[in-house]
């Protein structure tokens, strides 16, 4: 089985965008590095040559920043196989009333939460690995 | 006068370096360099064309800012609306080696990195400066 392709909006406009990439980064470079990688969504929105060969038919999980899910939507429409997909407020409900920083930078409560959300991912991870999908 | 409309679009591409060096930058720009003058659009909504961010880029001078020399975001705003108002290659910057280095957490941003993030939002807003000043 290749690498799980894990992939964030990276919206930039508030702090959804900057939380979503730091747990995806959690995820792909820390909690499970042999395991996943992740692709540059803007490279994946382009539909070049080069990243279909490397989304089409793959095994992807999306962290999205908001409900419009560009993440999941470009994923699938590039023909990546999204088998799990989150948005960022979906876990808000524990932290309301905690400030998590701006689209630059995180404060403390900003990274547990990112802590938080790249936990959810890895268990994604563990869980696709056994094969419970 | 065109304050306010003009709009910049970095790659935050998540695979490499460059990627968090054009996102910092842009931010930069938005909070510290030109505060309330800089529009910035979400690239993978631009892209999926429901947010009115094609519009604005049809309409009002835009600025690319890219993590290296794929050059995503300066394509998707040609492909999808309107040739640019100019472009920054980060990789142009800090060399291609360089941009495309394992991504950047921004916990692990460096007093190198942040110069790589001055350089890249210094060239940015001489672009922007140059769009303002032939607007007036």
Redesign the interface.
Known sequence: MSKIKV???????KVF??LA??S???V??EKCPSDTE??????V??G?DEVVAKIKGETCITMDGCA?Y??R??VEETGGIVVKSHKVPDFMKAHRGEEHG?????TDDG?KYAEELAEILAEDVKEIKAGVN | MITNKIGVI???????LG?TIS??A???MM?ELKPGMVS?L????F??G??GEREFAEKYPTIAVDGCS?C??K??IEKYSNKVAGSVDVAEIIGEVKALE??L???NVTDEHMEYVNKTAAKTCEIFDDILIKSI
């Open positions: 992939i964030p909006c990276s919206g930039i406009g965008g900057l990439r730091e995806v980064l959690m792909t470079e992740t692709l540059c969504l803007a490279h929105v382009t070049d419009k560009c993440a939507k470009s701006t689209g630059t930078a995180l990274w | 970095s790659c935050s591409g998540e695979e490499c990627g996102r910092l842009v931010r930069k909070e910035t979400c690239l993978p909504l892209i999926a429901d947010g794929k995503c975001a394509r998707a394992k991504p957490s921004t916990r």
